[in-house]
């Protein structure tokens, strides 16, 4: 198998979309797998969208991810530097080599006048080519000898029909009508991203050459780029787009989705994540779903990526992210997962020890779809819970009950649980007292042990009753059950 290079090449413009990350994870998985090398290039030559900071987090988010780099910032490696801002020297090289051959030329035409060639164009109803405004070769010539930095350079086309492979699309074509003489060095003097990825995968040796399929329309310009450089085609591999839940358009932010620092902020796994959406557009023809990084590079292959695009699905992450909370607390334990639900705790947990939010953890965590769900769902370990009687008139198990009825069963269930003492307070003498108490209240489970557990939590869902209970502790749990019988009571007064 060859060993693949290849790159991720985020532009530092604003927060980092999942769309974005697939496009890391597919280059980042076919380089481990052929024991290649997987290359973090910055491409910040548009400095009008540049936004501080904005590198800072691409890196964070990949190293969260645990998508290492090769070569790149903070890395290093032979081929950098990794930041096209400081490779202009380089580019330039390269146009002015195609300047000599005449396949570039330097062209000051102000946008004023460019605009109005679109517009005539418009109005005759033909497609907007800038190679039909194209100076003449004298004055191309002229402009090219006495070139310098501040005016633009251009590609000279040389439109043909234009075939090529791509490892997800198939064979494609197009012909000479979508090839232009495109700009390669901006006003600026900076590259524009049509030219400037062409020399760095040159240069880096990229080997796979990654990106969505909006390129697809811009690759016969390319093709055209290389053939004028005299560079070998690297493969092409077109990722379908991400779609919204409709199916019908490409995900963006009004979909519903959110960039990876807002799902990293409420709880949702590394791990997960990188499952997810390696799995949006993947599969390894099995029903298999959940993949460690570990097993996703060992099943990875180019041919399994699908051609069409798959839709997000905010459920299916949320689905994931519970799934992989229990495989590591189950491969880990509850002392080792820990440290990562640190942040999401609620502010009424704040003071309590680690020990104690430890047993709280034990026995919620298979409930939990994200870490931040710890907020609401283990509040009342921490605090007594408002009492609210609505909650318990209008359970569905306890409203045919009177509340004279639900007075005496809890009355009769602090009796019991009084008995046991301190020492025995465990998981294992609470249930056999519970089903102690069934017996002798000759009340349903339903009825009793719902009755018992809104009196501890006031909570939609809790986990198991004895458990709760062993968690709470004896004088928590009874004081909890002796004053919402009281509450009882004094309502019917």
């Not at 096209?84 to 396949?103: F, I």
């Not at 900076?190 to 811009?218: C, Q, W």
């Not at 003498?429 to 009196?455: H, V």
Request: glycine share 6%; aromatic share 10%.
């Amino acid at each position: 198998m060859q060993k693949a290079i290849s790159r991720f090449a985020p532009s530092p413009t604003g927060y980092i979309h999942i769309g974005n990350i697939r496009s890391a994870i597919y280059p980042y998985l076919l380089a481990k797998k052929t024991g290649g090398k997987f290359i973090l290039r910055i491409e910040d030559t548009d400095q009008a969208r540049f936004v501080s900071g904005a590198t800072d987090l691409i890196l964070e988010t990949l190293k969260w991810l645990g998508l290492d780099w090769d070569e790149g910032p903070e890395v290093g490696g032979e081929h950098g530097p990794y930041f096209q801002s400081q490779r202009k020297e380089l580019y330039q090289k390269y146009a002015l080599a195609l300047m000599k051959k005449g396949r570039a030329y330097a062209d000051p035409t102000p946008s004023e006048k460019i605009d109005e060639y679109r517009k005539s164009d418009n109005e005759k109803k033909i497609p907007f080519l800038y190679r039909n405004h194209r100076p003449s070769d004298s004055e191309l010539e002229k402009l090219s000898k006495n070139w310098t930095e501040g005016t633009p350079i251009r590609f000279r086309s040389d439109p043909k029909p234009r075939s090529w492979h791509d490892e997800v699309m198939g064979d494609l074509s197009a012909g000479p009508e979508v090839q232009d003489d495109i700009i390669l060095i901006k006003k600026d003097g900076l590259p524009t991203y049509n030219f400037a990825h062409i020399i760095d995968d040159f240069e880096m040796k990229v080997t796979h050459v990654m990106r969505g399929v909006e390129y697809l329309s811009s690759t016969p310009n390319y093709l055209a780029l290389y053939e004028a450089l005299d560079f070998p085609i690297p493969k092409f591999v077109s990722l379908p787009h991400i779609l919204a839940p409709t199916g019908n358009k490409k995900l963006g932010k009004r979909d519903g989705a959110k960039s990876v620092t807002e799902y990293r902020a409420d709880g949702v796994l590394p791990e997960a994540l990188l499952n997810y959406l390696a799995c949006l557009g993947w599969n390894d023809g099995t029903e298999k779903e959940i993949y460690s990084k570990a097993e996703l590079i060992d099943a990875f292959s180019l041919d399994r990526v699908q051609n069409s695009g798959a839709r997000f699905d905010e459920v299916k992450i949320s689905w994931y992210n519970g799934q992989w909370i229990r495989k590591l607390v189950a491969e880990e334990g509850i002392d080792a997962f820990y440290p990562r639900t640190l942040e999401f705790w609620g502010e009424e947990a704040k003071n309590f020890p680690d020990e104690y939010k430890k047993k709280v953890l034990g026995i919620i965590f298979d409930r939990l779809k994200v870490l931040s769900d710890l907020r609401e769902m283990t509040a009342y370990f921490f605090v007594a819970p408002a009492i609210n009687l609505d909650l318990v008139l209008g359970n569905k198990f306890l409203k045919k009950l009177s509340e004279t009825e639900l007075a005496s069963l809890l009355e009769l269930s602090v009796s019991e649980l009084e008995k046991i003492p301190e020492e025995n307070w465990n998981a294992e003498t609470l249930q056999n007292t519970l089903n102690s108490l069934l017996e002798k209240s000759g009340k349903k489970p339903a009825e009793l042990f719902s009755l018992i557990r809104l009196a501890l939590s006031f909570a939609p869902f809790s986990p198991a009753l004895n458990l709760t209970l062993e968690v709470l502790g004896r004088e928590t749990s009874l004081a909890r059950l002796r004053a919402v019988k009281i509450a009882i009571l004094s309502d019917q007064q």
